[in-house]
């Protein structure tokens, strides 16, 4: 059994209209939660009952407004506990977005890869997608690949096939509003597989009117989630540094009362630089990039990712200097270790960890 979830917050005439279809296709039972609309929408909400009751479905409800991803776990905790016979569920839009067709499809995805995450996924090239949407897709789909290390074509869709396994582990996620949905394929990263199901784009002038996605609001939250990620990278490379010009004055002045040459700036170099670099390996694998890789694998790459970042930095400031003498070598080397240093993220995140 595969029950389909519909969060809905003051949905309109579409609302019914898609859990008749539902209905008549055999498909369900249905999960409504109505997120706190109100009293003004308890008779669509009545309505949707006559209908995904017989089916074994059932309307849950907010008493406020509490955001997407809080209703999407409110159904899952239902489904976990009243549902023993599910093996997952289907996600989906109350506003029309998603056809039965579609919904089925993704249903017998699911059905097929019952360990994977499925994801309806909507052609964003179509002449009757909004400007907006596809260039906030396409902007979103890169910074997310790059920073979260998870190629999908659809970061935002709400037609989605998820196992009764991780419906449990979603449960503990953070996020409350649209921004869940996003914190979802941040957690599937070597662990889960996706598989994409390609889906009809349905667009209209009311949807477009009646769509609750706020695009200032809720995409701060959704870049937010981006921003922690890589906020998480620096301050790993930063204490890191810190770490290690700490280390070196500490050796330098320990080491100059046993070694009588200037022998001992470069042993507290090394000593200090081997420390700090055990410390930002250990950091990036457990704190940044979550890693579950064997540490026989990934510290060998680390390590020689670490040689090969110093050596092309030797190399490329050293070569800058001698090409353009009038540039403060400070002038050349904070452009040359930023590049190195974004280069050295997205390196760390797809191979190392």
């Known amino acids: 059994m595969i029950p389909i979830v519909i969060p809905s ?10 859990l008749t279809d539902l209905n008549k296709a055999g498909l369900g039972p249905v999960v409504v939660v109505d997120d706190g609309s109100g009293e003004s929408y308890n008779g669509f909400f009545e309505q949707a009952e006559q209908i995904v009751k017989p089916m074994g479905g059932v309307v849950l409800h907010h008493e406020v407004n509490r955001g997407k991803g809080r209703a999407l776990k409110t159904a899952f905790s239902y489904i976990l506990d009243n549902m023993p016979e ?65 190629k999908v074509s659809d970061t935002q869709t709400g037609l989605r096939g998820i196992s009764r396994e991780f419906m449990r582990e979603l449960l503990d996620v953070e996020g409350e509003r649209f921004e869940f949905e996003t ?6 990263k070597d662990r889960y597989k996706i598989v994409e199901v390609p889906i009809k784009t349905i667009y209209d002038s009311k949807e477009n009117h009646q769509t609750h996605f706020n695009p200032v609001k809720d995409s701060i939250r959704i870049y937010k989630i981006f921003g922690i990620i890589f906020a998480k990278f620096m301050f790993a490379s930063l204490s890191s540094s810190v770490i290690d010009l700490v280390l070196f004055h500490v050796f330098c002045k320990l080491l100059v009362l046993l070694i009588d ?63 353009f003498p009038a540039v403060p070598e400070l002038g050349v080397k904070i452009p040359v270790d930023i590049v190195l240093f974004l280069a050295s993220y997205y390196i760390q995140r797809k191979f190392i960890y």
Request: net charge positive.
């Open 261 to 323: 040459t200037a022998i001992y700036v470069a042993a507290a170099t090394v000593l200090a630089r081997v420390i700090s670099a055990a410390y930002n390996y250990l950091i990036n694998y457990k704190f940044v990039f979550n890693s579950g890789k064997k540490h026989t694998t990934s510290f060998p790459r680390y390590v020689f990712l670490a040689v090969i970042q110093m050596s092309l930095s030797a190399v490329l400031v050293t070569l800058f200097v001698a090409l």
């Open 183 to 188: 914190r979802m394929l941040v957690v599937t």
């Open 9 to 18: 917050f003051e949905p309109d005439e579409r609302f019914p209209a898609i």
């Open 86 to 150: 599910a093996t997952g569920c289907i996600t989906a839009d109350s506003d029309g977005q998603h056809s039965v067709e579609c919904i089925k499809k993704c249903m017998d995805a699911l059905k097929d890869n019952p360990d994977s995450l499925i994801l309806g996924v909507r052609d964003f090239s179509g002449e009757n997608v909004p400007f907006k949407s596809r260039a906030g897709n396409t902007l979103t789909v890169k910074v997310f690949g790059y920073l979260c290390g998870v």
